[in-house]
Structures are given as structure tokens and as C-alpha cells.
């Protein structure tokens, strides 16, 4: 894209939190196409959310309210029946779900022209868990897809978290990668608390593991977790549009994804590590603590 479609047309919560005119096109079109194919569902998008941690989790906490209070929407209609088996089985009860969208995950990425930014599209059941989960690389021309139980996918090929060489990630098995070897990417938080976070955490992590990378994009680092191109991803202060896709993509393909403090990640997790598991997320988490910057 090029010209007035990627001029500012405001920031957000500060200086470095932008917004095109055409992030709200592309939540539109998203939006009408996912409500016309399914009606009775619920939609959240990041244009809909003010700026703010405060209005992100108001946001998300109302949807998952809404979700729980909404009455299920009604059976499709099934072929009539004279059978008295048929009379007296219950009405099947259809789930609830919640679609979580980020248009375009990367935006100031996308202002300079620099292709790491891509849409990241969720879906949530009335618990709160993902159980779908799609980001889209128009650059690389590569689509990540997980479903929750049926693993993760790229260009419809299984992935798995893998280091190079290795054999595979997991919760208890990060495929004997080492935290020397780890290639790990970090955020580039707007907020200006974040931030310093970010910076004091570099001096305890950097010494330790092989590379750190800040590509700008929540939604490729967790999708390139997932695929083992990079061993873990942390960042600070990210909404649950920045990370549901990504979250179902690493736990799909054999990783772990937590809080700085090692709880499972939610849609209300604001400080995230993702990473191919084992001793090697650990270790991670150990040393933001040690930092004191978890």
C-alpha cells in the first residue's frame, strides 16, 4: 500500500502508537464479512477500543461479560419428526463465540513501508479460551492457522516449535535448546512505563542468550514462535487483539505462552512470554524477575 492509505491520521495512547486511514477500512471489511456469515456472533476490534490498558481492559472484560449474559442463539432448524425418540431429545445448545481482530498488527511498521504488518483474527468461546486463530503474512504469502485440539498449521502444513536442529518444543520439552542458543525477540512498547521496562530487562537477557530481535509486530513474533524461527517473544502492556491469534498458534504448535510470572496466558494478560517451552521459557522468566521487571 502506498500514498494516503498509510499517512497518520492520529496516534493513540502517545507519539508512538499510530493510526492510518486505513486501519478502520480494513477492521470494517473484517468485520462485515465474519457478522454476515455468522450473525449471532460477537465482535471486538482495536479501532472499536479507545487508547489506553485501561480502555483495552474495560473492552475485553465487557465482550466476555456480554458473552456470558447473552442468551445462546437457537438450533438451526432440524427436519421434522414423528418419533417419540425424536420428540424427546432436547434442543442441542450452540456455543457462543467472540471474534478478536487486529487489522493491521504493526502499524508503524506498515507507515514506512517495512513488511512486517498483517491482520491477526481470533475467535473465543463464552469461557474466554481461544479456539481459532489466523494470522496472515501478505508479504511472505504465509497464513498461520491453528484450531484449538487439531494443531497448528503454515500454508496448511503442520508446524511445531522447534529450534534450529531441534525436534520440537512443548511444555516440558524444548528440544534440547539451549538459553545460549535462543533467538528471542522483544517489544517495542508505546507506553512510556513499558518501555523502560524493556530497556533495564536488556542488560540481564541480552548476555545470555544468542540474539535479541524487535521486529515491531506481536502478531509475527508469536506466528514465527509457533514455526521456530524464533525461540521465545516477551513484551509488556499488549491487548488481547495483539496476542489471542498468536497465543492458540505457540500453544498449538507445542510451546508455552504465560504471564511474566508463568500463569497460563488469557485475554486479560497484559505482560506475555511466548516461547518453544521447556527449560528455555523458564530461564527467561527467571532472569525479567531477577531484573525485577516482571
Same mark, same amino acid.
Given at each position: 500500500m502506498?500514498?494516503?492509505?498509510? @499517512? ?7 507519539s #508512538?502508537d499510530?493510526?492510518?486511514l ?14 454476515e ?7 471486538l476490534?482495536e ?5 489506553? #490498558? ?13 458473552l ?11 427436519? %421434522?419428526? %414423528?418419533?417419540?425418540?425424536?420428540? %424427546? ?11 478478536i ?17 498483517m491482520p ?39 508446524? #511445531? ?7 520440537g518444543?512443548?511444555?516440558d520439552d524444548?528440544?534440547?535448546? %539451549?538459553?545460549?542458543?535462543?533467538v528471542?525477540a522483544m ?6 512505563e ?8 536488556l ?5 545470555r ?13 508469536l ?11 516477551? @513484551? ?11 497465543s492458540?498458534?505457540?500453544? @498449538?504448535?507445542?510451546? #508455552? ?6 500463569e ?10 511466548g516461547s ?6 523458564? @530461564? ?8 525485577g521487571?516482571?
Open positions: 502506498a500514498g494516503k492509505t498509510t @499517512e497518520v491520521s492520529k496516534t493513540k495512547a502517545n #508512538r499510530l493510526l492510518t486505513i486501519d478502520p477500512l480494513c477492521e470494517g471489511t473484517i468485520r462485515d464479512a465474519i457478522l456469515s455468522f450473525p449471532h456472533h460477537d465482535f476490534g479501532e472499536d477500543v479507545p487508547p489506553g #490498558r485501561e480502555a483495552s481492559a474495560r473492552a475485553i472484560d465487557a465482550k466476555l461479560k456480554n456470558l449474559a447473552t442468551p445462546p442463539p437457537p438450533p438451526p432448524p432440524s427436519p %421434522s419428526s %414423528s418419533s417419540s425418540s425424536s420428540s %424427546s431429545s432436547p434442543p442441542s445448545r450452540r456455543k457462543k463465540y467472540l471474534w481482530v487486529d487489522p493491521i498488527d504493526g502499524t508503524t511498521n506498515f507507515v514506512n513501508g517495512i513488511p512486517l504488518c491477526s483474527i481470533a475467535v473465543a468461546d463464552e469461557t474466554g479460551e481461544v479456539v481459532v486463530g489466523v494470522v496472515r503474512d501478505p508479504h511472505r504469502d504465509e497464513t498461520f492457522a491453528a484450531a484449538r485440539g487439531r494443531g497448528a498449521t503454515m500454508n496448511g502444513v503442520a508446524i #511445531r516449535c522447534a529450534p534450529p536442529g531441534g525436534r518444543g512443548g511444555n524444548d528440544g534440547g535448546l %539451549s538459553l545460549g542458543d535462543a528471542v517489544g517495542s512498547p508505546p507506553a512510556t513499558s518501555m523502560a521496562m524493556s530497556l533495564r530487562a542488560p540481564a537477557l541480552m548476555p542468550v544468542r540474539t535479541i530481535r524487535m521486529l515491531g509486530s506481536a502478531a509475527v513474533m506466528a514465527w514462535v509457533a514455526n521456530g524461527r524464533l525461540s521465545a517473544y516477551w @513484551e509488556y502492556d499488549l491487548s488481547s487483539w495483539d496476542v489471542a491469534a498468536g492458540i498458534l505457540i500453544e @498449538e504448535a507445542g510451546g #508455552r505462552i504465560t504471564d511474566l510470572e508463568g497460563r496466558w488469557n485475554l486479560r494478560t497484559r505482560k506475555i512470554c518453544v517451552g521447556g527449560k528455555v521459557h523458564g @530461564e527467561i522468566l527467571d532472569t525479567l524477575a531477577e531484573a521487571v516482571v
